[in-house]
């Protein structure tokens, strides 16, 4: 059983902060890839970050300085912290836990109910 909950969004003026956290239960948090999507309105779902079960990163590229994903692993979490926010920004944020075997074939492929957040003044 895998349940992956999304919190931390809300509504935040430009230029500010938000930190998103995503809480994964179950036992496979630590082998697993776990990425941030976002998806605005009007427009399709769109890679944010990413970190996989080694720590490597990767970001969108209009996104890096801005954005940091991290997780720890003793607490089957993963973070997204945004700063500089603008109103661009503004989307249901989605956390995302993923895996794949050595042939393409999806092993594990879990998502979260998503978080607005939401960028205005």
């Known amino acids: 059983q895998v349940q992956l909950v999304e919190s931390g969004g809300g509504l935040v003026q430009p230029g500010g902060s938000l930190r998103l956290s995503c809480a994964a239960s179950?036992?496979?948090?630590?082998?697993?890839?776990m990425v941030w999507y976002r998806q605005a309105p009007g427009k399709e779902r769109e890679l944010v970050a990413a970190i996989t079960s080694g720590g490597s990163t990767n970001y969108a590229d209009s996104l890096k300085g801005r954005f940091t994903i991290s997780r720890d692993n003793a607490k089957n979490t993963v973070y997204l912290q945004m700063n500089s926010l603008k109103p661009e920004d503004t989307a249901v944020y989605y956390c995302?836990?993923?895996?794949?075997?050595?042939?393409?074939?999806?092993?594990?492929?879990?998502w979260g109910q998503g978080t607005q957040v939401t960028v205005s003044s």
């Open positions: 995302n836990a993923h895996r794949t075997t050595a042939w393409g074939r999806s092993q594990y492929d879990y």
């Open positions: 179950g036992s496979i948090f630590s082998i697993v890839t």
